[in-house]
């Protein structure tokens, strides 16, 4: 029996009919097919339906990464559901990540950029013979001492880059630069200046865990200034909806970053 839904999986509080993944494998239905999420998600375990958001057939925006495409089930009594992607999406939106920890040459951050790029467009093309768009996000992370280069070429590389396999074009859609100086944070945070704060500061922050009492304070304050910014007048005639979830703490970290490293040339200026 194949069971269909309109609902949002493993979301008590949801508002688009929250269902959970033990009330759907209690049932003895064969598979579970979901409506709401456009992004593909197959969740299967031994034993228990198979539940599937088969996902839209063409991605339609970077909120829809990986591939997309058609489903074919095939279902036979008393044996699990068979499921297969068929990629059919001209359009596919990926997130690229590359590494620059330790770089000193401006041409190696370029030759890893491309390369990164062009094997994420060789096998987005494997994958799917009708693609023509490959747009990436790119994440730029590591500890380069050209970081301050890194930062003031982004518009660049966005412009810039661009490449072709067959009919498939990549283009970088948006570049997230979480490089950093190369400098010491455990050695910088048992001081007490301002560069001991700022250390301290990003520790937090890098953590992953709940902010500490000054990082909490610091979001707090960020999100009303940012709150007092995103009201004022000129922008009232946006529909610009919610701040989204998890912006401030990127944010607020990349500017402790450039912060701290200000503080830390001018210490080292003689």
Same mark, same amino acid.
């Given at each position: 029996m194949l069971g269909l839904l309109h609902a949002e999986?493993?979301?008590? =509080?949801?508002?688009?009919?929250?269902?959970?993944?033990?009330?759907?494998r209690r049932r003895t239905h064969s598979l579970w097919l979901l409506g709401h999420i456009h992004h593909p998600k197959l969740q299967e375990v031994a034993?228990?339906?198979?539940?599937?958001?088969p996902g839209s057939p063409q991605a339609m925006d970077a909120g829809e990464q990986g591939v997309h495409g058609v489903w074919i089930a095939e279902l036979r009594p008393g044996q699990p559901a068979t499921l297969t992607?068929?990629?059919?999406?001209t359009?596919?939106?990926?997130?690229?990540v590359v590494e620059? +920890?330790?770089? +000193?040459?401006e041409r190696e951050i370029d030759t890893?950029? =491309?390369?990164?790029?062009?094997?994420?467009?060789?096998?987005?093309?494997d994958e799917c013979e009708s693609l023509r768009l490959h747009s990436c996000r790119l994440r730029l992370v590591g500890r380069t001492p050209l970081y301050r280069t890194v930062a003031r070429s982004l518009g660049a590389m966005r412009d810039d880059t661009q490449h072709e396999r067959g009919a498939a074009t990549l283009v970088i859609d948006k570049i997230e630069n979480e490089t950093r100086p190369p400098i010491d944070l455990a050695a910088l945070a048992r001081s007490d200046d301002a560069a001991g704060v700022l250390a301290r500061l990003l520790?937090?922050? +890098?953590?992953?865990?709940?902010? +500490?009492?000054?990082?909490?304070?610091?979001?707090?304050d960020a999100g009303r200034r940012a709150a007092r910014v995103l009201d004022a007048k000129p922008y009232?005639?946006?529909d610009r909806g919610a701040m989204p979830d998890g912006y401030l703490a990127p944010a607020v970290r990349a500017k402790a970053v450039q912060l701290l490293d200000e503080l830390v040339t001018m210490k080292a200026v003689p």
């Open positions: 999986l493993g979301v008590a =509080n949801s508002r688009y009919g929250p269902v959970s993944l033990e009330e759907l034993g228990a339906a198979a539940v599937l958001y992607q068929i990629p059919l999406s359009a596919r939106y990926d997130s690229v620059l +920890d330790g770089v +000193d040459d890893r950029v =491309n390369q990164a790029l062009l094997s994420a467009l060789e096998s987005a093309v520790q937090s922050v +890098d953590s992953g865990g709940e902010p +500490d009492a000054p990082l909490a304070a610091l979001l707090r009232q005639i946006l």
